[in-house]
């Protein structure tokens, strides 16, 4: 009878740690699915984030491109140091910034959108002030400030379909050193022109 006993208890004892152990098994599992499962509605929902915030319509991109298209015109003018292409490409550009619209900028990217609200008029009225003046090196000074606007906006819109490069000249006004945009990566520096054309490098690469 006592053996009978010390094997029933053995029996219990076996039962109570297997159901232990069963139920333990089974929390850990539900742990780790639910852990898994945090972790990839987390990366779904940063995969959407940075997809949606660079979702702007067609006709958004045809404004933005053709806004580029126009500075990228101004640069190659100053590469060339042609005054009459200058005016030619800077009142085209001020046309585009004048009627260009960001509020799609803005339901995307709030933050971004402040950084840059108010930046095209500043070009613009950069370009308004660079066409009224003669000498070409003055005109180029207004480029440099349009090309610290154009970065600012390419930083936060980062134009569809695009590269676009930033490149630096350390010589440029007396050494102080300036910045501008490009489609290409060779140097073709807008601050020299033909004196010293491949004067530069490229600082940073956008590509959307």
């Known amino acids: 009878m006592l053996a009978g006993k010390i094997k029933s208890v053995n029996f219990d004892k076996k039962n109570t740690m297997r159901k232990l152990f069963l139920i333990v098994a089974s929390v850990v599992v539900v742990i780790a699915c639910k852990d898994k499962s945090d972790k990839q509605a987390d990366n779904s929902e940063s995969t959407v984030k940075n997809q949606s915030a660079y979702a702007y319509s067609d006709s958004f991109n045809v404004s ?22 200058v005016n030619k490409a800077g009142t085209q550009l001020k046309l585009l910034l004048d009627s260009m619209n960001l509020s799609e ?35 180029r000074e207004s480029f440099e400030m349009i090309s610290n606007v154009f ?17 630096f000249c350390p ?36 590509k959307n």
């Open 151 to 167: 970065y600012d906006l390419v930083r936060v819109i980062k134009p569809a379909g695009q590269t676009i490069y930033y490149q």
């Open 64 to 85: 933005v491109k053709a806004v580029m298209t126009a500075y990228f015109q101004l640069k190659d003018a100053f590469v060339a140091s042609d005054t009459l292409s």
């Open 171 to 206: 010589m440029a006004f007396n050494e102080k050193g300036a910045y501008w945009l490009s489609n290409t990566d060779s140097i073709r520096n807008p601050y020299f022109g033909s004196k010293m054309l491949t004067c530069g490098e490229t600082k940073e690469t956008f």
């Open 105 to 139: 900028v803005q339901k995307a990217d709030s933050l971004g959108f402040e950084s840059i609200a108010g930046r095209p008029g500043d070009a613009a009225a950069e370009i308004a002030g660079m066409l009224g003046e003669n000498d070409i090196e003055k005109k």
